[in-house]
């Protein structure tokens, strides 16, 4: 019999991933499901991105590059986060990975110690918990609810500090809520992080792009610059500038931290792909402009989205400020259809609608349902008009 390790046992893969191969599986076996599962845009990578990798090919760019990211690209991200952040970066606290799923990794793994506390808002990206879970560490989950618009207090992030806090981690705008902080918010956090020096901070910035808020994007670190030595900030293009497949992710942040998570690197992965590194070069050094128009489609289906799942009985689902997703409570749903488990809801949508969304409780937030609209308008019509028809 087979003995897998205690660590791959204490973990559950991807839930989004996992509805996501639910709703092809249903395909295939020729049912008509719309798959509202996915965290990722449905736009093709923008032209000049992909032209620089075909030229990276045909000059022979194709051979291992230095562990943490080529030159080139660790300026654009230097030049980036000063422009964008105003934050000053040196080279030697910058680390590429594949994908901002593998600098958090690294950080865990390269940060954490079995029976550190990591407090994680809830809902939260559904890898933090596991990732930490992977490097031994426990998950400390700050629950939130609409009240807040699913951002924690200063008060409950005080509540959540123990002695054994090693990492905090804050995702603005949030996947799965697509709420963001603003200053006064991170300004209050901070002064909470300020009285417990042992702490570090992962700020994840994945979102930042993906904005239509009425007020200025910032990060703890943007309005705590004191906290500048406990800060690491993660970000990456896969979002931004549609380029999920390519993985390139980066972290930013102290030198001896950023090296711990390169010797992590260096024996797990090494560099990421060379091509997709000069891809992710011409997407920075490009700027965002090309960003904006698909900003502007998800800002059309938000609206859409929002004001329709509001008109669903049971249903009802705050705005959000930025991200591709929607998050929609559905207890008055639930309730209504005698389910109190919404893996059982999303499993009736599945079967009875023909839509796949992720439930809330993958999130750490049940009796919610995760709906991404980084699909076309058509799509999402046909897709709440299907869930408003099987709930009547
Ligand atoms: N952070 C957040 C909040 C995310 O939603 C994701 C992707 O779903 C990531 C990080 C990782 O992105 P990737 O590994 O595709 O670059």
Same mark, same amino acid.
């Given at each position: 019999?087979?003995? *897998? ?19 092809a599986? *249903?395909?295939?076996? @020729? ?5 509202? $599962? ?13 032209q620089?990798?075909?030229?990276a ?15 080139g690209l ?11 952040? @105003? &934050?000053? +970066?040196?080279a ?8 901002g ?5 690294? !950080?865990?793994?390269?940060y /954490?110690n ?16 596991? %990732? ?9 989950? /700050? ?45 209050a956090? $901070? =002064? ?12 994840d910035?994945? +979102?930042? +792009? ?5 007020? =200025? ?35 930013? @942040? ?17 560099n990421?792909?060379s ?11 490009g ?6 128009? %698909?900003?502007? =489609?998800f ?9 329709? &799942?509001n ?19 559905v207890?008055?749903?639930m ?18 609608? $023909? ?8 999130? @750490? ?5 995760? !709906?991404?609209?980084?699909?076309? %308008? ?5 897709a ?9």
């Amino acid at each position: 019999d087979l003995q *897998l390790s205690d660590r791959v046992q204490q973990i559950k893969p991807s839930p989004t991933l996992a509805v996501t191969n639910r709703a092809a599986e *249903l395909k295939a076996a @020729g049912k008509d499901i719309i798959g509202l $599962g996915a965290g990722e845009p449905d736009f093709d990578t923008p032209e000049h991105i992909k032209q620089a990798a075909v030229e990276a090919i045909n000059n022979g760019f194709t051979k291992y590059t230095a562990v943490d990211g080529t030159p080139g690209l660790k300026k654009a991200i230097i030049n980036k986060l000063q422009k964008d952040n @105003g &934050l000053s +970066y040196e080279a030697n606290q910058i680390l590429v990975s594949c994908g901002g799923k593998q600098s958090f990794f690294n !950080l865990a793994l390269a940060y /954490i110690n079995p029976g550190d506390e990591v407090v994680i808002p809830a809902p939260y990206w559904v890898s933090y918990p596991d %990732m930490v879970v992977i490097a031994g560490g426990v998950p400390v989950v /700050i629950e939130t609810d609409e009240s807040t618009r699913f951002k924690i207090t200063a008060e409950q992030l005080e509540a959540s500090i123990t002695a054994n806090t090693k990492l905090v981690v804050l995702n603005s705008p949030s996947n799965p809520s697509g709420v963001a902080y603003t200053a006064d918010e991170l300004k209050a956090l $901070g =002064a909470v992080l300020k009285k417990h020096p042992q702490i570090m901070i992962a700020t994840d910035d994945m +979102y930042e +792009y993906i904005w239509w808020a009425d007020f =200025a994007f910032e990060n703890i670190l943007t309005v705590c610059p004191e906290l500048y030595d406990r800060t690491i900030v993660l970000n990456g293009v896969s979002k931004a500038y549609s380029m999920t497949g390519w993985r390139i992710g980066y972290a930013a @942040g102290p030198a001896k931290l950023i090296g711990a998570m390169k010797k992590v690197q260096s024996q797990s992965t090494s560099n990421p792909t060379s091509i997709s590194q000069v891809a992710a070069e011409a997407a920075l050094n490009g700027g965002r402009d090309c960003v904006l128009p %698909m900003v502007e =489609a998800f800002k059309e289906r938000h609206d859409y989205v929002v004001k329709t &799942l509001n008109e669903i009985p049971g249903f009802s689902c705050i705005p959000a400020d930025g991200a591709f997703y929607a998050f929609p409570n559905v207890k008055g749903a639930m309730d209504k259809a005698g389910i109190d488990n919404d893996v059982d809801f999303a499993e009736k949508l599945l079967l009875e609608a $023909g839509v796949a969304l992720v439930p809330g409780s993958a999130f @750490g937030s049940p009796g919610y349902m995760r !709906l991404s609209f980084a699909t076309s %308008m058509k799509t999402l019509e046909d897709a709440l008009n299907r869930i408003k028809k099987a709930l009547s």
